[in-house]
């Protein structure tokens, strides 16, 4: 996906009442700023949603790309760029992006795709009413990684040590930390904490795991990580390591389990967001929307290299086996 240059400034106020914004929703050109730490596959299905309910690139919409790529410290002033844009609605995902939006405009309408908790990481105090300028979708995604585990033990037969890969700069690792330690206490798992945030420490990580060999790992959402799935997927093949992922990217580097919220699905609801903020509806009193689809992947290329059985019950319950 390239980056769009925002050709021009658009006239006319972007602050509150969001009635100007429905001014410009009646065939005007409006602007959606992207803000994000990378592209992200489901942008495509945000854009698709946008089309479908009349919003046509060049002709009545365009959009302002600020991607960080994966430089999270660059969000504010990206952020920031987009305000002096003066776009009409900022679209994001992602906690430290929503952060940085956050701090960046407190009238500029911001819909969410991708979070994990914003009620936790600040960001609105009610989901009901968020209030203020934001809304959109939480994932509450830390709750899936106790799913995640119990995934692992319907296939690791005798499950009881798992590694957890968390990046402490990440935001949303202690709650999924909480979420995976709900989980092993019901499993009756142990859990090893091995913290990455970069190359150095993902080695180090590696070099520690094959020593004190657990029975499988688990890897939460963070963009560092994932960067690095084809590395963390061929030494879990290696070392005979079963793992689950967040992520379906996981899956397509051979990694053996993701389960993960229908991020397209996310997407998709958050352009009706967009379409509601620029018709006057003000986001405060749009309620935040949780995930209601799932989506399981199953690499079974994966599973004959490691000697495992996947139960017959989860391969029905896949979305895609890959094999």
Known sequence: ??????????????????????????????????????????????????????????????????????????????????????????????????????????????????????????????????????????????????????????????????????????????????????GAQVLHVSLAVYKVHDTTTLDAAFVTLTKDRPNAFLVPADTFLVSQRSRIAQFAIENKLPSVYSFREYIEAGGLIAYTPNYDDLFRRAASYVDKILKGANPGELPIERPSTFQLFINLKTARALGLTVPRTLLASADELIE
């Open 1 to 182: 996906m390239k980056r769009r240059e925002f050709i021009g400034l658009l006239g006319g106020a972007a602050a509150w009442p969001l009635t100007a914004g429905a001014q410009r929703a009646e065939g005007k050109l409006v602007t959606i700023g992207i803000l994000a730490i990378e592209p992200w596959p489901s942008i495509d299905a945000f854009r698709h949603a946008l089309d479908a309910l009349g919003y046509i690139e060049g002709k009545n919409v365009r959009f302002a790309y600020r991607y960080a790529k994966g430089h999270n410290e660059q969000l504010p002033e990206l952020a920031n760029e987009l305000v002096g844009l003066n776009v009409d609605v900022i679209f994001t995902w992602r906690t430290d992006a929503v952060l940085a939006a956050k701090q960046a405009t407190a009238t500029i309408p911001i819909v969410m795709g991708v979070i994990g908790d914003p009620v936790r990481s600040g960001i609105v105090t009610n989901l009901a009413r968020p209030g203020g300028n934001i809304t959109g979708c939480s994932l509450r995604v830390a709750e899936l990684e106790a799913k995640r585990l119990q995934l692992l033990k319907e296939v690791v037969p005798g499950l009881s040590r798992v590694a957890i890969l968390l990046n402490p700069t990440n935001r949303y690792m202690p709650l999924a930390l909480e979420s995976t330690q709900k």
